[in-house]
């Protein structure tokens, strides 16, 4: 408990997690106009250079699909420019967006959703990791407004801001734990999470991380924003003359290190914050 009487462990409620899909809005309730319009300006930046580049192909992606059997609803989603398509949702306003500017539901649009493009797997990348800095910027206002909650000015300020250590690991991961202060530690998960993502690719000879024919495992996989970037310019443009044996292998072993990333992630967040808002003695045995 606070001294205000609060705890600082107990949530921020639904109207602050519906907010956050609105780049920059909450950052706008905290009075912070040039970071919100900052926050709103560079996640639908970041998507829509990379839409350029995949237009319809983000339908083909949803997790469910507009053409699948039985599916008004989801096409009448769609059309009102809302494809249930991760990461990119967690943006909402520029996916619904480029979703609107290019939606057709015939048969010839439907040709297009499976048409590759060339440069989708860079445009893939982009257009998801618009969705992650959207979340990074909400995790961003969520400190700040937990602290104007339970503390305000009379709180020290933490050891590194808890959303720019979490983004930093998935860039790279354990590199914010090292800007938390905990160097060792950051070595160790990043060495784990980058070895394990390695080996999917040697098993998978590159093949493991690949949007358009593994979507859903690669929402997990991209939760190593550093691995699926090297995947998106490197390894996924290369051409399949046969299948591997182990690719399959490959695949799970990307995705596992993309999990074990958002431990991570979530991990350096956590160091952050408790510089703050410290476990209680009995909380930190349980």
Known sequence: ???????????????????????????????????????????????????VLVRERLFYWALLTP??????????????????????????????????????????????????RDLEHLGGFLTGASGMLAAFWSAAAHWQLRRRRDGGADLPPPVADPALCAGLSWLVPGLGHARAGQRD??????????????LGLLFSHGHAVDRATYSVWWI?????????????????????????PDLQLGVVLCTVAGLMNLVVMVDAYTVAERSVFP???QEAVA
Do not use: Y
């Open 185 to 198: 530690k950051g070595v160790l998960l990043g060495v784990a999470v980058a070895a394990v993502f390695a």
């Open 67 to 116: 053409d699948a059997a039985g599916s008004g609803l989801l096409r009448t989603l769609a059309g009102c420019g809302l494809p249930i398509t991760l990461p990119e949702l967690l943006n909402l306003p520029a996916n619904a967006l480029g979703a609107l500017l290019c939606w057709d539901g015939s048969p010839t649009g439907e040709r297009l959703w499976r048409l590759p």
């Open 220 to 244: 997990a996989q991209n939760l190593f924003g550093g691995g699926s970037l090297f995947a998106a310019l490197v390894t996924g443009p290369m051409r399949m003359v046969g299948e591997p």
């Open 1 to 51: 408990m606070t001294h205000r009487g609060g705890n600082p462990h107990r949530g921020l409620g639904w109207g602050p997690f519906l907010l956050g899909f609105v780049p920059g809005l909450l950052q706008w309730q905290l009075g912070q106009k040039p970071r919100a319009v900052l926050a709103f300006a560079s996640c639908t930046v970041v998507f829509f250079v990379g839409w």
């Open 279 to 281: 476990l209680r003695p």
